[in-house]
């Protein structure tokens, strides 16, 4: 049963300390999604890739966040320096060229 | 733009009562649409979809039927069960993108 694969799930950080969010899209996905999950703000969008390529990440506070995909089997999301305010859930999930998406269980993200 | 409307939550529900929720649409052009469900602790994972008008999409004893006429996409189900609590979203695919527009999620809490 394929699956998407998100690490770390949990991780708690300090402000101004950098944090690496890596996830393993399902085989033969060619296309990756960021999301951040909050209570107040709901789930919204940071970043795509297709084949590799990033398509959008017009949801990403550029100045701190980064997104890349090194290889097809690995996308990664970066805070640096973080803040209490990136407290939240982030989700990876991975389709093909359709609009079915799979996504990952998340990593829990807490900045103190 | 395009955009999901859901009804608000929390929606409470005693085991076996009928289950509605409510989504509206905006959109251009013809788009698809889907429900996706997350349980607690979990990713989002898809319910069930419908790619164009008059179609049903069913699973798991939820329905939803794409209605272009009324830009409605309601989830229903006859008889809910306390496994069925969860948080569910609406969501509508358009273009060639891959993307997804989310609506902000509906809780559902089912009490035995």
């Known amino acids: 049963d394929a699956r998407v694969t998100q690490t770390p799930r949990h991780k708690v950080t300090e402000m101004g300390q950098e944090v690496t969010m890596r996830c393993q899209p399902i085989?033969?996905?060619?296309?990756v999604f960021w999301y951040r999950q909050t209570m107040m703000q709901g789930l919204e969008l940071l970043a795509y890739?297709?084949?590799?390529?990033?398509?959008?990440d017009s949801g990403m506070p550029k100045d701190r966040f980064s997104a890349e995909m090194p290889d097809a089997t690995l996308a990664t999301l970066k805070i640096q320096p973080s803040e209490p305010r990136d407290s939240a859930v982030y989700f990876c999930?991975?389709?093909?060229?359709?609009?079915?998406?799979?996504f990952g269980p998340g990593t829990r993200l807490t900045v103190t | 733009g395009n955009s999901v409307t859901q009804m608000e939550g929390p929606v409470t529900l005693s085991e076996e009562a009928f289950l509605t929720i409510n989504c509206t649409y905006t959109?251009?052009?013809?788009?698809?649409l889907f429900w996706y469900v997350q349980y607690p602790g979990e990713g989002l994972q898809l319910l069930l979809k419908?790619?164009?008008?008059?179609d049903k999409g069913s699973n798991k004893g939820f329905e939803a039927t794409y209605r272009k006429e009324t830009t409605s996409f309601h989830l229903e189900k006859g008889s809910v069960q306390v496994s069925d609590s969860a948080v569910y979203f609406c969501a509508l695919g358009s273009g060639n993108t891959g993307k997804l527009i989310f609506g902000q999620g509906t809780t559902l809490q089912v009490k035995p």
């Open positions: 419908a790619t164009k008008a008059d």
């Open positions: 085989l033969g996905h060619n296309t």
């Open positions: 890739f297709r084949n590799r390529a990033p398509l959008d």
């Open positions: 999930a991975s389709g093909l060229e359709t609009y079915e998406q799979y």
């Open positions: 959109a251009t052009g013809y788009p698809s």
